[in-house]
């Protein structure tokens, strides 16, 4: 087992490459933000709300999954890190399950997930590179890309946020909500607002 505890890979000649988790969390964040800053200019726009619901619940989840036990694992302190950053990711689920229901929560929500980019690029990612191998960031990585692929696209708060139940009940559950999102027509990706 690695220093993140994940199952050994063959060796590979060279140096590692790939996007690690540092980068693809930071390229979601500014993705996240850049989605606030518009629902923050249009609340009302229901379109625009649901790839938000969307895109903050799978990276929540995606997060979840693989980067808070590997901050865990091999960040001092890591456990209270990860515990605090869940319960700041609990809050952020029960206004995007209000924003979903229809309640004026847009700027709260903007907030919180500005919040939440703070936190992990302050105090969460640097030190998360400084203490894993960037071969094992990578892997994280490219495991975090394949969980949000498989992750809810609808906020559920009372579902398990720690290993291993979320990454059994998240993709049985974004199951569900794919296939609503699929019946009604729902934007779920950003790419999916210029259409």
């Known amino acids: 087992m690695t220093a993140l505890n994940l199952p050994p890979l063959p060796p590979i000649p060279g140096d590692a490459t790939g996007r690690n988790v540092v980068d ?24 625009l709300a649901g790839v938000v619901i969307a ?10 999954q693989y980067l808070y036990p590997a901050v865990r694992l091999v960040v001092p ?11 700041e990711d609990h809050e952020l689920l029960i206004t ?15 907030e919180g997930m500005r919040r ?24 994280v990585g490219n495991r975090f890309e394949t969980a949000q692929e498989a992750a809810p696209t609808r906020p559920h708060p009372s579902t398990p946020s720690t ?7 998240d993709p049985a559950v974004a199951v569900l909500d794919k296939v609503r999102d699929a019946v009604t027509g729902r934007a779920t ?3 999916d607002l210029n259409r």
């Not at 500014?30 to 629902?39: A, K, N, Q, S």
């Not at 903050?56 to 989840?61: N, V």
């Not at 995007?96 to 903007?110: F, N, Q, T």
Request: aromatic share 2%; hydrophobic share 50%.
């Open 96 to 110: 995007l399950k209000r924003l979903a229901d229809g309640e004026p929560v847009a700027a709260g929500l903007v």
């Open 116 to 139: 939440h980019v703070a936190a992990d690029a302050e105090e969460l990612l640097p030190v998360l590179v400084a203490m894993a191998p960037v071969d094992e960031l990578i892997r």
């Open 24 to 47: 693809v969390v930071t390229e979601q964040h500014d993705e996240l933000l850049d989605l606030g800053e518009l629902l923050a200019a249009a609340p009302h726009d229901q379109r």
């Open 163 to 169: 290993p291993p139940w979320n990454k059994v009940v």
């Open 55 to 64: 895109a903050l619940s799978r990276h929540l989840s995606a997060e979840e």
């Open 189 to 191: 990706y950003p790419k």
């Open 77 to 87: 302190g890591g456990e209270a890190i990860a515990d605090r950053e869940l319960a």
